[in-house]
Structure formats: C-alpha cells, structure tokens
C-alpha cells in the first residue's frame, strides 16, 4: 500500500519569503511517480508537477523549485519569493505503475497563507 | 485549453435519495476517475474506469456508488441512496492513456446530504 505525508498541516509566511512544503512517501513498488497539485480557494486542483522514480534530477520552473530525494523518500516543494497568490491548499501524491487504475494517492495537503 | 468539466457545481440532496453527478472528461483521455474530497480532509479515489469497466476501486466505493460512461462524451458516478457521511467535493479527472500520467481534475460537485 502506498501512503503520503505532509506533517506541515499550515504555513504562514510574509510575502517575498521562500516557503518549502514538505512530503514524504511509502512504497514498495520501484517503479512509481510523485505529483504536487494546488488547490486554490475556488477549490479546483490544478497540477503542478509529475517526476518518475528513476530521475532524481531536481527542477525549477520559475519561482517553483522540486527536490526529489529517493534515498530519504521525500519530494519537497519550494516557492521562492512567495506572493500572495500562492496562498492555497497543496497536495503531494504517489502513484505506481500497475495494469489497473494507476490511482493518486494523496497526502493530507499542507495550506500556504501568504500574507502580504 | 481543453478541461474537465463536472456537473452541478452543487447539489444538495435529502438523505435517501439517488443523486448522478456528471463529468465530461477531456475528450482524447481514455482512463477516468472519481475522488472525493470531504471538507478539510484529503482527497481519497474512489474508482478509475477504462474501456468501460472498472478498473480500480476503493474500499469507500461500495455497492451504493455506481459508474458508467452512458455515451462517448459523459461520465457519471451515481449514488443510490445518499448517507449524510456522503457529504463531500467529488471531483471528477482523466488522463490521455495507459501508464502514469498527470490526471485533470474537474473543478468539482459540492455534494450536501441533508
């Protein structure tokens, strides 16, 4: 069975801080992928990214950075000079390559209040 | 840009009572999904669906929930006799094929169990 945690439940920080959330797995499977989703206040959850279990190589994609670490099960979020509308609700999850449904997983959310 | 769509954004219902939520997945995706989401709480999958039938289940899916895709656009959950611990965000998503993808998420049907 797989299982995520995100033990920071909220955040709160001043605008232009960096802010890392943080998300740990469990798995047994060698072959699975790690996905960050927003849910703003309108409630929609919005993907933001998908990294397999075989790349480790970090990525930055403006001021969102991933820091995927197999060796401590982890896969961390970071908004760098954060601003007021980061504020959400994000969600780390896990799914694993298998011939049904390829189901998310997902962890408890951390909320992000970014107050300016 | 294509989207999920999901319909009613809310309904509210009387314990008892049959309620169809609708989706109109992405329309190249060929898996689909229901979640759910209570208020506050994580999101948890509820059934994935591929080459009209079911592929995957949880434990919360049970004989009250029912899925079907009734033509080549909509996909539906239906809940046979609603309970108020039915009370949730249910959010429809697809993905384009086999293998793990990111899934689109609907913006989702705000069920009240009253």
């Known amino acids: 069975a797989q299982k995520v945690t995100q033990a920071q439940t909220e955040i709160s920080v001043v605008e232009k801080e960096d802010v890392t959330l943080d998300c740990v797995y469990e798995t047994r499977d060698t072959t699975y992928y790690l996905f960050w989703y927003k849910q703003p206040p309108s409630g929609e959850l919005v993907f933001l990214i998908r990294r397999n279990s075989f790349d480790e190589q970090n990525e930055i994609s403006g001021r969102y950075s991933w820091n995927f670490q197999k060796s401590t099960s982890s896969f961390n979020f970071t908004i760098t000079a954060s601003q007021v509308v980061d504020s959400a609700v994000y969600f780390c999850a896990l799914s694993v390559l298998n011939n049904a449904g390829n189901m998310l997983t997902f962890g408890g959310g951390t909320r992000l209040m970014v107050k300016p | 840009e294509p989207e999920v769509t999901q319909t009613p954004s809310h309904q509210v219902t009387q314990m008892g009572q049959e309620v169809i939520l609708r989706c109109v997945p992405i329309?190249?995706?060929?898996?689909f999904y229901w979640y759910r989401q209570i208020l506050g709480q994580k999101v948890e999958f509820l059934v994935s669906?591929?080459?009209?039938?079911?592929?995957?289940k949880s434990e919360i899916f049970d004989d009250q929930f029912s899925v079907e895709r009734p033509d080549g656009s909509n996909f539906t959950l239906k809940i046979r006799s609603t309970k108020l611990e039915d009370s949730a965000m249910y959010f429809c998503?697809?993905?384009?094929?086999?293998?793990?993808?990111?899934?689109?998420f609907g913006p989702g049907t705000r069920l009240t169990v009253t």
């Open positions: 669906f591929y080459n009209n039938e079911i592929s995957e």
């Open positions: 998503a697809s993905t384009r094929e086999r293998g793990v993808y990111e899934q689109y």
């Open positions: 329309s190249n995706h060929l898996y």
